[in-house]
């Protein structure tokens, strides 16, 4: 068959997860310390191993596909709301949450008390501190910049913080929340946290736009491609193969 066919093929199902991971970002513009995800794309030699490894060939039959994601790991905007259970992160740190997976990550600091006093995620998880899951006397709340909390004066944890080296891949679980590789997490070093603020998502509005429109133009034109090589092949079926 044409490789040509293949080409559009794969560039189509390829743009067309492209496209689906654009609208994600789209949809969480206003999701409190949602990271953008961004394609990453790897090629795909057809026939790898059967087909000699010359400069046409490689030009040929070499496609793109979508290999996956990478988080945009960009700080969002900090923004004053007031709430003293509001805390924003200012760095690269991450909240350490405990969950029904386990122990997850987060940059969505807009937490509450539940009614047993225990502090948690919007989600429902657990905000951990040194201590273990943190847990919250009635009174004053406040949280020093290095995750300290204090109620009436009185210290009763300290927000746990990580950090992650670079190139360590997080996976999302949830619109806010990450998963990361065992082991991996340290302490955070040179992040800091701001009470009553809460961080924006990093997407911006503008650039997400431009990339859909891209996206579904190259969608468009390959889909366009697909069905006219189709035509050719259906063509060449239905007139060129009886005369052989």
């Known amino acids: 068959m044409d490789s040509g066919y293949y080409a559009a093929a794969a560039g189509l199902a390829a743009q067309t997860q492209a496209l689906e991971?654009?609208?994600?970002?789209?949809?969480?513009?206003?999701?409190?310390?949602?990271?953008?995800?961004?394609?990453?794309?790897?090629?795909?030699?057809?026939?790898?191993?059967?087909?000699?490894?010359?400069?046409?060939?490689?030009?040929?039959?070499?496609?793109?596909v979508l290999s996956g994601s990478r988080l945009d790991l960009t700080p969002g905007s900090l923004a004053s709301t007031g709430n003293p259970l509001d805390v924003g992160v200012a760095g690269s740190g991450f909240f350490a949450v405990q969950s029904p997976q386990g122990i997850l990550y987060t940059r969505d600091g807009s937490f509450?008390?539940?009614?047993?006093?225990?502090?948690?995620?919007?989600?429902?998880?657990?905000?951990?501190?040194e201590l273990g899951p943190v847990t919250l006397p009635s009174g004053s709340v406040a949280i020093s910049s290095d995750g300290t909390i204090s109620v009436d004066g009185f210290v009763v944890d300290k927000l746990q913080l990580a950090e992650f080296p670079p190139g360590t891949n997080l996976t999302a679980v949830g619109s806010a929340t990450y998963s990361a590789p065992s082991g991996s997490a340290v302490a955070a070093a040179?992040?800091?946290?701001?009470?009553?603020?809460?961080?924006?998502?990093?997407?911006?509005?503008?650039?997400?736009?431009?990339?859909?429109?891209?996206?579904?133009?190259?969608?468009?034109?390959?889909?366009?491609?697909?069905?006219?090589?189709?035509?050719?092949?259906?063509?060449?079926?239905?007139?060129?193969?009886?005369?052989?």
């Not at 206003?30 to 060939?57: D, E, I, K, M, W």
């Not at 503008?206 to 034109?221: D, G, S």
């Open 21 to 64: 991971l654009v609208a994600h970002n789209l949809a969480n513009l206003a999701t409190t310390g949602y990271r953008g995800q961004q394609t990453t794309f790897r090629s795909l030699l057809a026939g790898h191993g059967a087909v000699s490894a010359n400069p046409l060939n490689i030009a040929v039959n070499n496609f793109g």
């Open 190 to 244: 040179e992040s800091s946290v701001r009470q009553g603020m809460l961080e924006s998502s990093n997407v911006s509005a503008t650039e997400a736009v431009v990339q859909l429109i891209t996206v579904q133009r190259n969608t468009e034109m390959l889909s366009r491609a697909l069905s006219a090589l189709d035509g050719q092949l259906n063509q060449v079926a239905a007139q060129d193969l009886p005369k052989v």
């Open 112 to 129: 509450h008390v539940t009614p047993t006093g225990q502090l948690v995620t919007s989600q429902g998880n657990a905000v951990l501190g």
